[in-house]
């Protein structure tokens, strides 16, 4: 596990709603939304590496005993929440 620093962050009213939206319909919670986002922020806008998407993947992967069966017509649902 990486090593993690604890901060306090102001966000504006309408960010925070988003942020708490969107922590929700991926069933995460915010802190790891607002990691996401510094992560591709930091990485130039572009999405997570694709050893990490991977891995974020892999529960859902159909491979997997008890994973759903349509996650190659749905993958874009399961890795991005689209």
Same mark, same amino acid.
């Given at each position: 596990?990486? !090593?993690? /620093?604890? @901060?306090? /962050?102001?966000?504006?009213? #309408?960010?925070? %709603?988003?942020?708490?939206?969107?922590? $929700? *319909? *991926?069933?995460?919670?915010?802190?790891? /939304?607002? *990691? %996401? &986002?510094?992560?591709? $922020?930091?990485?130039?806008?572009? +999405?997570?590496? +694709? !050893?990490? &998407?991977? $891995?974020?993947?892999?529960?859902?992967?159909?491979?997997? !005993?008890?994973? +759903?069966?349509? @996650?190659?017509?749905?993958? #874009?649902?399961?890795?991005?929440?689209?």
């Amino acid at each position: 596990m990486r !090593k993690t /620093v604890r @901060t306090q /962050v102001y966000v504006d009213l #309408d960010q925070y %709603e988003w942020l708490r939206a969107e922590a $929700f *319909r *991926r069933r995460v919670t915010l802190s790891e /939304v607002l *990691r %996401e &986002v510094l992560r591709q $922020f930091r990485n130039g806008g572009r +999405p997570a590496s +694709p !050893k990490a &998407v991977l $891995f974020k993947m892999r529960p859902y992967l159909a491979c997997i !005993k008890g994973g +759903p069966r349509d @996650t190659a017509l749905h993958h #874009d649902r399961y890795a991005w929440g689209r």
